[in-house]
């Protein structure tokens, strides 16, 4: 049994217009996405802005209606929110992107991280302070940090502050939302290393959302490319690393900067083969089926991507 099965996930928004404001067509923002992840590993949902990420994550937890498809976890059907029990709901939290916005300015850090407990835990004053200090040893914190309100930390400080909400019921699976895209690249890798750290000493499960390839190589042990909506690619972490099929993946890849001047020639040799094999790639779908997709080739550069050739 898997812990968590995504099947057939469809997401469709409704787009009003008209004087009687009425469904002209709908925007496909999860469009027939399937998945499944194991226990304890980290799965990679990574695309370009716009593709479905947080769509995908969101439903998963109930934040947004499902069109079709089901969400199975840990082999019980949680499709429908309403069917979900409690004890589901502690089980799956969510980290989000922003940790400057996520935190409410006007509360102190205890009440944050205690707003979870409050919701599904009945604890003593003195049992709540305990079990947050607790929390704020885990994700490096001070004690003293439970009276001082988020503005008084670094982006770094707060994304942990985040995590110490997410992890306080003690869920399963948690799904990261861009974790780290709002912060610095310093400090990028130190809240990284510390999910990962934490992930084993709780034994997570990660569904770990990012525009970012780099950061999703050092992270998940399965990945999967989302564009429009869909699938365009998905392997285990060497499948899509080493191996990539698809033009579009291997031109996220190619796009990776590399830092490492001793990798540079090879690195530039890679861009241009990508960029031979995208025109060619191209050149073939216009003459297929470039009208049929409603885009008009107005310039080569005017374009992100391509969907998924044939
Ligand atoms: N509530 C909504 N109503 C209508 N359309 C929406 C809504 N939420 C998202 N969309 C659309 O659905 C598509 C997917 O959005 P989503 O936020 O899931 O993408 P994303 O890959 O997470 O992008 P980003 O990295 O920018 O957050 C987009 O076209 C977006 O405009």
Do not use: W
């Not at 194991?38 to 990679?44: F, L, P, V």
């Not at 840990?74 to 922003?98: A, L, N, V």
């Not at 985040?162 to 310093?186: F, T």
């Amino acid at each position: 049994m898997a812990f968590l099965e995504v099947n057939n996930l469809k997401v469709y928004y409704p787009i009003k217009g008209g004087i009687l404001n009425r469904t002209m067509g709908h925007i496909k923002a999860v469009d027939d996405v399937s998945f499944t992840i194991e226990e304890g590993k980290t799965y990679g949902l990574v695309g370009e802005s716009g593709s479905g990420k947080t769509t995908t994550g969101r439903a998963i937890i109930g934040l947004e209606t499902i069109t079709s498809g089901e969400v199975i976890f840990q082999g019980r059907d949680i499709t429908d929110r309403k069917s979900q029990t409690r004890k589901m709901r502690k089980d799956i939290q969510m980290i989000f992107q922003d940790p400057y916005s996520s935190l409410n300015p006007r509360k102190r850090v205890q009440d944050i991280i205690a707003e979870p407990l409050r919701n599904f835990e009945k604890l003593s004053r003195q049992q709540e302070k305990k079990r947050v200090q607790e929390l704020l040893e885990m994700v490096g914190l001070s004690p003293e940090s439970m009276v001082k309100y988020p503005h008084e930390f670094s982006g770094g400080q707060r994304q942990r502050i985040g995590v110490a909400r997410a992890i306080a019921l003690k869920p399963k699976l948690i799904i990261a939302d861009e974790p780290v895209s709002a912060l610095d690249v310093s400090v990028q890798a130190q809240v990284l290393n510390f999910m990962q750290d934490i992930q084993k000493e709780l034994n997570l499960t990660y569904l770990f959302i990012s525009h970012d390839l780099g950061i999703v190589k050092h992270m998940c042990d399965d990945i999967a490319i989302m564009y429009k909506g869909r699938y365009v690619e998905k392997g285990t972490n060497e499948d899509i690393f080493q191996h990539p099929q698809h033009i579009y993946t291997k031109r996220l890849i190619a796009a990776i900067p590399d830092i490492n001047p001793a990798n540079r020639k090879k690195q530039f040799h890679y861009r241009q083969e990508v960029k031979r094999e995208y025109e060619q790639f191209y050149d073939d779908y216009f003459d297929q089926e470039g009208l049929a997709y409603g885009l008009k080739p107005i310039s080569k550069s005017h374009l992100v991507a391509l969907p998924e050739k044939g």
